[in-house]
């Protein structure tokens, strides 16, 4: 009845689709950077209990979550605001090389090598996600264990399946958020800053995509797009333009109004 009712308000154009933004890559490392970046979502209309941050752990395998307490504590002020924290990975960086083309265009062309799970093995995926655990636990940031997004969205298959074994309720990849069989707010608009021309080929799709039907659909933004002039102004007008035709949400938020429409 739930989902009937829903899908008659929708037809009528009563219920706005979701708009779930995320700050990407957050940690000491990209403290600065991640405040601008939420900074600048906030400016633009975006409330801040709307905000999902996913959170690096252990950056780089030396910017441990247990040796900065000021940013815990930031991060703790931010969750106090209703913002929703998840884990992202642990160090975020590939390990191992990969052979195919196909694989090697994805690990570097579209990931820069950052695509931490994208070679790993079902042991190695294990021992990663404890580590991840152990430090969220650590700093009393359990919430961000409910879920997972893997750096640039890769996964190997033997880390998939792992990652299905676990606790974690919902992940994340390309396609959409993943709960169980589910594949939620399919529609992914991002940007990247490693280049001019990244930066000028990421906006445009962006803005392309922002023009479209609203549908539920994810808006990434990573601490380096704050860098770039030819991003920010992309993410200002994506989001002024979209959160006037959908109903911003958190992960934690759109996930409940999900379980709500369930019978």
Not at 233 to 262: F, K, M, V
């Amino acid at each position: 009845m739930a989902n009937a009712t829903l899908a008659t308000e929708r037809s009528a154009g009563t219920v706005k689709p979701s708009l779930l933004v995320s700050i990407h890559d957050v940690s000491p490392l990209t403290w600065a950077h991640s405040k601008r970046a939420v900074e600048l979502v906030v400016s633009c209309g975006i409330p801040l209990g709307s905000l999902t941050l996913l959170v690096i752990p252990e950056h780089e395998g030396r910017y441990r979550l247990t040796a900065h307490p000021a940013f815990i504590e930031w991060l703790e002020r931010l969750s106090h605001n209703g913002v929703t924290l998840v884990a992202h990975g642990l160090t975020h960086e590939m390990s191992g090389s990969v052979r195919s083309p196909l694989q090697l265009a994805w690990a570097y062309l579209f990931a820069g090598g950052q695509g931490e799970f994208y070679n790993l093995s079902a042991a190695q995926t294990r021992e990663r996600l404890a580590r991840v655990r152990a430090l969220f636990h650590a700093v009393g940031l359990d919430e961000a264990l409910r879920g997972f997004v893997p750096p640039a969205w890769l996964l190997s298959s033997e880390a998939r399946t792992e990652l299905g074994r676990s606790q974690i309720a919902f992940s994340e990849g390309l396609g959409g958020i993943e709960l169980g069989a589910r594949r939620l707010a399919t529609r992914l608009i991002g940007w990247g800053a490693r280049s001019v021309l990244e930066s000028l080929l990421t906006a445009l799709h962006a803005e392309l995509q922002s023009l479209r039907r609203p549908s539920d659909m994810r808006l990434a933004v990573h601490p380096r797009d704050i860098t770039s002039r030819l991003c920010t102004r992309s993410i200002e007008r994506c989001l002024h333009r979209l959160s006037a035709r959908a109903e911003p949400l958190s992960y934690a938020g759109y996930l409940a109004r999900i379980a709500a429409q369930t019978p």
